[in-house]
């Protein structure tokens, strides 16, 4: 009986070649089989089309049994935080989409407390994710950190609003912000660009400080840093949304039909939704990293700087502390000033000709 020679191990790689080259393939592999996850928050006033511009730019349906409410149950509506999350699949790879609503924003009449709620879900984000990253099982932690937050700019005024400063500058040291400019198709072209124009300007003004798109780098291709370069170019984009399926030229489009023409979603010509969608896509990851690189260390620095004391709402509370000061101020002049009233009246009563006083209350 003959002996079963040992299989003899071939090289599959060329001779003089290590085959590190190879490593970014196994990284490819396992993020696919991993999946990923990712957070974006929008918020602005309703009405502004959040829910069909969220339902365009992935080809799904969010919110199924959404109920709009009433004039006057959004008199005294607090801002609520709806968070919806979608498994999806594209050619194998896997997305874990969590989109963070929040209707009631700017609903109120008085608005002042409006993106508390907001801000506390921000910051509850980043205590779970520092106390699951602190806990003994690590291996597998749950990203729901809001990486991106689209902020909808209504495109009926002239620019940004106070309370879209006051947000803005709320969270901007807390999430990337992507402005974007509502309902576009109600704007002509000259329009579109002074409104961009006049936002930009108000955000430096203000120093608000928003999501740059990084640089391309010098080794990429030329269509590449063209694209980065139009997409920078775009910012705050002006969109359009529709999940409805029109006939336009002879072929189905998704637009919206008017009695002059259709205004098409992904014509780069009538909007930018696809300069956003691109935007959000190809820069996914740098979203990601900004997150964790800037916004979390921020955050996680913080806590430890405190000892890791949880100081609740501090930011938020300032403003209210001082209101309250401002009042009992208010309220101790108008004490001192009915004293001193009191006083002068009974000085002027001690001079009179003995005659009956009255009593000073």
């Known amino acids: 009986m003959s002996k079963q020679q040992p299989a003899q ?52 349906d969010l919110y199924p049994e959404r109920i709009i409410p009433g004039a006057a149950e959004k008199i005294e509506r607090t801002v609520q935080i709806e968070a919806s999350t979608v498994e999806i699949e594209e050619r194998g790879v896997k997305l874990r989409l969590t989109v963070v609503d929040t209707p009631g924003y700017g609903d109120a009449i008085n608005c002042r407390d409006c993106f508390r709620t907001i801000i506390s879900y921000i910051d509850e984000q980043f205590e779970r994710y520092l106390h699951d990253e602190s806990g003994l099982n690590r291996r597998h932690i749950v990203d729901n950190r809001v990486h991106c937050c ?27 912000i992507v402005p974007v400019i509502a309902k576009a198709d109600t704007l002509t072209l000259k329009e579109r660009e002074r409104l961009k124009k006049r936002i930009l300007d108000e955000i430096e003004e203000h120093s608000i400080k928003i999501y740059h798109l990084p640089d391309a780098e010098s080794d990429e291709d030329e269509d590449f840093k063209e694209q980065t370069r139009l997409l920078k170019a775009s910012i705050p984009f002006s969109v359009v949304g529709s999940n409805q399926l029109i006939e336009a030229k002879g072929k189905k489009v998704r637009g919206r039909l008017y009695p002059w023409g259709v205004v098409e979603v992904e014509n780069p010509e009538h909007n930018d939704f696809l300069k956003l969608r691109t935007m ?28 890791g004391r949880k100081v609740e709402n501090e930011d938020v509370n300032k403003d209210q ?10 309220r101790m002049q108008e004490m001192i000033a009915r004293m001193q009233a009191q006083m002068q009246l009974q000085m002027q009563g001690g001079d009179g000709d003995g005659s009956v006083h009255g009593h000073h209350v």
């Open 9 to 60: 191990f071939i090289n599959p790689e060329t001779p003089g070649y290590v085959g590190f080259a190879n490593l970014p393939n196994q990284v490819h592999r396992k993020s696919v089989k991993k999946g990923f996850e990712f957070t974006l928050m929008v918020v602005g006033e309703s009405g502004l089309g959040k829910s069909t511009l969220i339902n365009s730019l992935f080809l799904t």
């Open 280 to 307: 959000l896509i190809t820069h996914m990851q740098d979203l990601q990293e900004v997150t964790q690189d800037l916004h979390y260390e921020n955050f996680r620095s913080e806590r430890l700087k405190r000892g």
């Open 150 to 176: 689209f902020y909808f700019i209504s495109p009926f005024g002239h620019g940004l609003k106070p309370l879209d400063v006051a947000f803005m500058k709320a969270i901007h040291n807390k999430v990337n």
């Open 321 to 330: 502390i001082l209101l309250e000061k401002e009042a009992e101020l208010r």
